[in-house]
């Protein structure tokens, strides 16, 4: 891991009106480090996550994110154009919801394909070679390529939404409980091709999930939070294993329904 992080959150709030979205989020992320937010429903886990990528505008705080060039930019001083090149080329996201990701009218080669038509990419030919290769590191056959994800299962979807974000080499990954609609063995899959994805390409991630099981498999660090707070940070096999605070203690002996 470099020692430069890659992301800086200081003192990060957001308040609905007078409701605590997140309040007063401070932590760093390295480059190649898998950060977990864990805690319940409501905690403020998606509310933290958005604020970051700047998806909703915080209420304070500053977020700021190394650049590719090493400078450090403040995501919320940049043009909206700035920050939609990151998105398309930087940054990944895993939604919950693959409609959320991906265009389920075009086909899951258009899909990946039109990540690197983003990033500069026109020849045709090579555009869908790469696809096809990156749908065979999701593990989808390449005779699917030309149908829609309407027509892919659950699962498949998400890993055609994992491949449309990763084929353009992104540094950072969003991921909004990624395993979040699926069935057991479903999860179990894609948990496991996650990982060794992350692993191979040394991606940063933030992982947001209720699920400790998530945590536990795919990040290095987390986060527990409950109320719009942290309650707990450290390293996540410390964390699980002895959990300081009172809030985690309750969640890993799963007496919370989370
Ligand atoms: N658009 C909104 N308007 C008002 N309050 C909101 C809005 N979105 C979230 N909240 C409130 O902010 C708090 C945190 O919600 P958030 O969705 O971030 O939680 P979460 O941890 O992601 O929960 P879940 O696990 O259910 O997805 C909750 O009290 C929620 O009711
Ligand atoms: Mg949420």
């Avoid at 995501?75 to 939609?84: K, P, V």
């Avoid at 948990?191 to 795919?218: E, F, K, M, P």
Wanted: charged share 25%; proline share 3%.
């Amino acid at each position: 891991m470099s020692d430069e992080p890659l992301l800086r959150v200081s003192s990060l709030s957001k308040f609905y009106g007078s409701r605590v979205g997140c309040e007063d989020i401070s932590f760093e992320l390295y480059p190649g480090e898998v950060l977990a937010i864990v805690g319940e429903s409501g905690s403020g886990k998606t509310t933290l996550l958005n604020s970051i990528w700047t998806r909703l505008t915080p209420t304070s705080g500053c977020v700021s994110y190394r650049m590719r060039d090493g400078t450090f930019r403040d995501l919320y001083r940049m043009s909206e154009a700035e920050r939609r090149f990151l998105m398309r080329t930087d940054w990944g996201f895993v939604h919950q919801n693959p409609a959320d990701g991906l265009r389920m009218t075009v086909s899951a080669g258009a899909n990946v394909g039109e990540r690197l038509m983003a990033v500069g990419d026109r020849h045709y030919g090579r555009i869908r070679e790469t696809a096809i290769d990156w749908l065979a590191r999701v593990e989808i056959a390449e005779d699917r390529v030309d149908d829609e994800p309407r027509a892919f299962s659950g699962g498949m979807r998400q890993r055609l939404q994992i491949a449309r974000n990763l084929v353009t080499g992104p540094r950072l990954v969003f991921m909004d409980e990624p395993t979040g609609g699926l069935d057991v063995s479903v999860q179990a899959r894609l948990l496991d091709l996650l990982r060794g994805l992350v692993n191979d390409l040394g991606l940063a991630a933030i992982v947001v999930t209720h699920d400790l099981a998530v945590a536990r498999l795919l990040s290095h660090r987390m986060m527990v939070m409950k109320d719009g707070h942290v309650v707990e940070t450290g390293l996540t096999d410390r964390v699980l294993d002895d959990p300081r605070a009172p809030y985690t203690q309750l969640l890993v002996s799963s007496i919370l329904q989370v």
